[in-house]
């Protein structure tokens, strides 16, 4: 049998991918009668498929490579590692040099008194422990009843039967019999989609009182916390209006109920703070954390966990760990990653540099009919596509139909921007430069301008009424 190299034909790469390789979030048989784009190479935030082409990646592969593709640096302390120590667990009284110098490199970049790091492959399985960390600290402080974690609807915390059921994704709810007992959803601050009359600061405030009201209706004593994105980011980068979380944070104090962060894809400088939660003043008591924390080059996320949290969870036997909790190639990875994330001074970078060009080309999309509202916090920014602007009307077709056109098109224009229902997303790598960020608006107002067309021949250009 031969080998699969990226130089066979395409033809032939993508009925082997059709033939035996079940891609997440899809469905298969569609995709593989049409193929799946083949991508064989990257390199800073270009990406190279099997005919050549070259794809500029506005979404940092899932939201996840921060320092940009083919950086050498990471590949050497991977295999430096792989040489020394390739795997070592720490369950049973060991630890080993990546995790102890990660944990600790952790503990001095998160905000406040989160010093302590329980180690995961992934934000799916962070979030898995978060739910059974918060229950376990109440149950230990004497308060069994405390279990109820509160969320909100259209967050993504992952894809696991805990954590997705965190999530609020009413299509990830249907399937499989989610979510788990004693989660509850309040809405989102989607004020473009849900604000109705209301100011943005009135919304926001609103919305934030939805905790309140929910902790009143299921009693204090049975909420044990509150998870939340400081953006929800596959939500379709929904930028909470400034009123949002000061209240939620006076409301997590004053009832005494965990507050937890997810920062699988705010955190490492996506916002141009190295964490969401300083970006928007919240006091976490847990963060979630995966994604950039190694850039994607290797699997690994992790819960970073109060001085508090952490000393209640001291006396308790925790029965939970991961094969792959503090993988010390991963976490060699990530120390790397997080070195070179210094050196370079990435944050300031994103802040002072990058962000404000990219911000302001961003909200001249709207000059184009179909955008609505145009918002960008650090490097994440969403566009709102609609078929009337001053009313945000909906499209009359199924939501997403028309984001799927307008995503269709940056995809055949080489530019990866991503799609959820009808807002279109980016989440670049952190290291574009000016010519990286002139040639993504080419694409983008290019890709804008012919999607306009598109949905108008299609006859989509539709309010709902
Ligand atoms: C991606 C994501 C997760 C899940 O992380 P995985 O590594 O895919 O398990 C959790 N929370 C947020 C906010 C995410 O964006």
Same mark, same amino acid.
């Given at each position: 049998?031969?080998?699969?190299?990226?130089?066979?034909?395409?033809?032939?790469?993508?009925?082997?991918?059709?033939?035996?390789?079940?891609?997440?979030?899809?469905?298969?048989?569609?995709?593989?009668?049409?193929?799946?784009?083949?991508?064989?190479?990257?390199?800073?935030?270009?990406?190279?498929?099997?005919?050549?082409?070259?794809?500029?990646?506005?979404?940092?592969?899932?939201?996840? #490579?921060?320092?940009?593709?083919?950086?050498?640096?990471?590949?050497?302390?991977?295999?430096?590692?792989?040489?020394?120590?390739?795997?070592? @667990?720490?369950?049973?009284?060991?630890?080993?040099?990546?995790?102890?110098?990660?944990? /600790?490199?952790?503990?001095?970049?998160?905000?406040? =008194?989160?010093?302590?790091? $329980?180690?995961?492959?992934?934000?799916?399985?962070?979030?898995?422990? @978060?739910?059974?960390?918060?229950?376990?600290?109440?149950?230990?402080?004497?308060?069994? =009843?405390?279990?109820?974690?509160?969320?909100?609807?259209?967050?993504?915390?992952?894809?696991?039967?805990?954590?997705?059921?965190?999530?609020?994704?009413? !299509?990830?709810?249907?399937?499989?019999?989610?979510?788990?007992?004693? #989660?509850?959803?309040?809405? %989102?601050?989607?004020?473009?989609?849900?604000?109705? =009359?209301?100011?943005?600061?009135?919304?926001?405030?609103?919305?934030?009182?939805?905790?309140?009201?929910?902790?009143?209706?299921?009693?204090? =004593?049975?909420?044990? !916390?509150?998870?939340?994105?400081?953006?929800?980011?596959?939500?379709? #980068?929904?930028?909470?209006?400034?009123?949002?979380?000061?209240?939620? %944070?006076?409301?997590?104090?004053?009832?005494?109920?965990?507050?937890?962060?997810?920062?699988?894809?705010?955190?490492?400088?996506?916002?141009? @703070?190295?964490?969401?939660?300083?970006?928007?003043?919240?006091?976490?008591?847990?963060?979630?954390?995966?994604?950039?924390?190694?850039?994607?080059?290797?699997?690994?996320?992790?819960?970073?966990?109060?001085?508090?949290?952490?000393?209640?969870?001291?006396?308790?036997?925790?029965?939970?760990?991961?094969?792959?909790?503090?993988?010390?190639? !991963?976490?060699?990875?990530?120390?790397? @990653?997080?070195?070179?994330?210094?050196?370079?001074? &990435?944050?300031?970078?994103?802040? /002072?540099?990058?962000?404000?060009?990219?911000?302001?080309?961003?909200?001249?999309?709207?000059?184009?009919? &179909?955008?609505?509202?145009?918002?960008?916090?650090?490097?994440?920014?969403?566009? !709102?596509?609609?078929?009337?602007?001053?009313?945000?009307?909906?499209?009359?077709?199924?939501?997403?139909?028309?984001?799927?056109?307008?995503?269709?098109?940056?995809?055949?224009?080489?530019?990866?921007?991503?799609?959820?229902? /009808?807002?279109?997303?980016?989440?670049?790598?952190?290291?574009?430069?000016?010519? /990286?960020?002139?040639? &993504? $608006?080419?694409?983008?107002?290019?890709?804008?301008? %012919?999607?306009?067309?598109? #949905?108008?021949?299609?006859?989509? &250009?539709?309010?709902?009424?």
């Amino acid at each position: 049998m031969s080998a699969i190299t990226n130089h066979m034909p395409t033809e032939e790469l993508q009925r082997l991918d059709a033939a035996h390789h079940m891609h997440p979030f899809s469905a298969n048989g569609p995709l593989g009668r049409k193929g799946a784009r083949v991508i064989t190479r990257a390199k800073g935030v270009y990406l190279t498929d099997s005919e050549g082409e070259q794809i500029l990646d506005a979404m940092s592969g899932l939201w996840c #490579v921060n320092i940009g593709y083919g950086r050498d640096e990471l590949a050497e302390a991977a295999a430096r590692q792989m040489k020394e120590l390739p795997y070592y @667990n720490t369950f049973f009284q060991t630890t080993h040099v990546p995790a102890i110098a990660l944990a /600790d490199k952790l503990a001095q970049l998160a905000p406040g =008194d989160l010093n302590h790091v $329980f180690f995961a492959a992934g934000g799916s399985e962070a979030n898995d422990t @978060n739910i059974r960390m918060v229950r376990t600290y109440w149950e230990a402080k004497g308060k069994p =009843d405390k279990k109820v974690i509160i969320s909100r609807k259209n967050a993504y915390h992952g894809s696991s039967m805990g954590s997705a059921s965190l999530g609020g994704m009413a !299509a990830m709810h249907a399937q499989g019999g989610l979510p788990i007992p004693d #989660v509850h959803h309040i809405n %989102q601050p989607n004020w473009w989609a849900e604000g109705g =009359d209301m100011t943005p600061e009135e919304f926001g405030l609103a919305r934030a009182r939805e905790l309140e009201e929910a902790i009143l209706e299921l009693g204090e =004593d049975r909420v044990a !916390a509150f998870i939340g994105e400081p953006i929800q980011g596959a939500g379709g #980068v929904i930028i909470p209006p400034e009123t949002y979380w000061p209240e939620i %944070q006076r409301i997590c104090d004053k009832y005494e109920i965990l507050l937890i962060a997810d920062e699988v894809i705010c955190g490492f400088g996506r916002t141009g @703070n190295w964490f969401g939660s300083e970006t928007f003043g919240i006091r976490p008591d847990i963060m979630t954390v995966a994604k950039g924390l190694s850039s994607g080059y290797a699997p690994i996320g992790g819960s970073i966990v109060s001085d508090e949290v952490a000393a209640v969870m001291a006396e308790v036997e925790f029965s939970h760990g991961y094969t792959y909790s503090g993988h010390p190639v !991963a976490a060699a990875v990530a120390l790397e @990653n997080l070195r070179l994330m210094e050196e370079e001074h &990435m944050v300031d970078h994103v802040r /002072d540099t990058a962000a404000p060009l990219v911000k302001e080309k961003w909200k001249k999309l709207t000059e184009h009919e &179909m955008v609505g509202e145009a918002v960008i916090t650090g490097l994440m920014a969403s566009i !709102a596509l609609t078929p009337d602007k001053a009313s945000r009307a909906k499209f009359a077709t199924a939501p997403g139909t028309v984001g799927g056109v307008c995503r269709d098109i940056c995809f055949a224009n080489n530019v990866i921007m991503r799609h959820v229902g /009808d807002r279109l997303v980016i989440a670049p790598p952190l290291t574009l430069t000016p010519a /990286d960020i002139d040639e &993504m $608006f080419v694409r983008i107002n290019r890709s804008l301008e %012919q999607a306009t067309a598109a #949905v108008k021949e299609k006859g989509l &250009m539709q309010a709902a009424s």
